[in-house]
């Protein structure tokens, strides 16, 4: 149980373009999910937190104009990048909170992005 | 934002040898937790630590929580190849959320 899948697993746009990434909680409701960005060798960075039904939040330095957070329902959630461009390029990687349990944070698979 | 940093950075290790991962923080976590990521997926959780001074084992993997709980080790025993990976740990705070350490990416030569 507490399978998170992401998709595409990976994407190669051309600057400019807008790529959604889907979020999906395939087990459990999930009304928290998260989004992170993993550089090349580096950790994981925190960009928002998204809440079913309601506006993200954005962690400092991340621009919500340009990372769109949909959280339409209890097992979705979507990051669009609007507007790509090469240094966008990066891994993201989303996870969901369970409903029922409160804590535990499950993580996807991950979405490769590439801007050319 | 809460920041933990591990050391070492990078570890490149002989099959067999005993190695130690750190993770420091000035913040004080509701509890912490340890993953390891392989390259193109997504981090795997290994272990969640809550009391301070708690000691966890998974097998060659020894996890401790410090008792001011700011700070955690990891302990392989007998590195093997399959351990190679990028392992991270994360401070949960008291609203659940995670923040991830800086990372130590480990590789075992056969």
């Known amino acids: 149980g507490a399978v998170v899948s992401q998709h595409p697993s990976r994407v190669i746009c051309k600057s400019g373009t807008s790529v959604k990434i889907e979020c999906r909680s395939l087990?459990?409701?999930?009304?928290?999910m998260f989004w992170y960005r993993q550089f090349p060798k580096k950790s994981l960075m925190l960009m928002a937190t998204s809440n079913e039904g309601s506006k993200a939040t954005y962690e400092q330095g991340v621009e919500k104009d340009k990372f769109l957070i949909n959280h339409a329902s209890l097992t979705l959630s979507t990051l669009t990048v609007t507007s790509a461009h090469p240094e966008d390029s990066s891994f993201y990687i989303c996870?969901?909170?369970?409903?029922?349990?409160?804590?535990?944070?499950?993580f996807g698979p991950g979405t490769r992005l590439l801007v050319l | 934002t809460q920041l933990l940093e591990q050391s070492p950075q990078f570890l490149s290790i002989q099959e067999g040898e005993n190695l130690t991962v750190y993770c420091n923080s000035s913040?004080?976590?509701?509890?912490l937790q340890w993953y390891r990521q392989e390259p193109g997926e997504g981090p795997v959780l290994l272990v969640t630590?809550?009391?301070?001074?708690e000691v966890k084992k998974l097998k060659r993997l020894t996890f401790q929580f410090g008792d001011a709980r700011k700070d955690s080790s990891l302990h392989i025993t007998a590195a093997q190849p399959g351990d190679t990976g990028l392992y991270l740990c994360a401070g949960v705070t008291g609203a659940n959320n995670l923040f991830f350490g800086t990372g130590t990416r480990l590789t075992v030569i056969p």
């Open positions: 913040s004080v976590f509701s509890s």
């Open positions: 630590v809550v009391t301070g001074g």
């Open positions: 996870s969901a909170r369970d409903r029922v349990t409160g804590k535990a944070q499950y």
């Open positions: 087990d459990f409701q999930a009304t928290t």
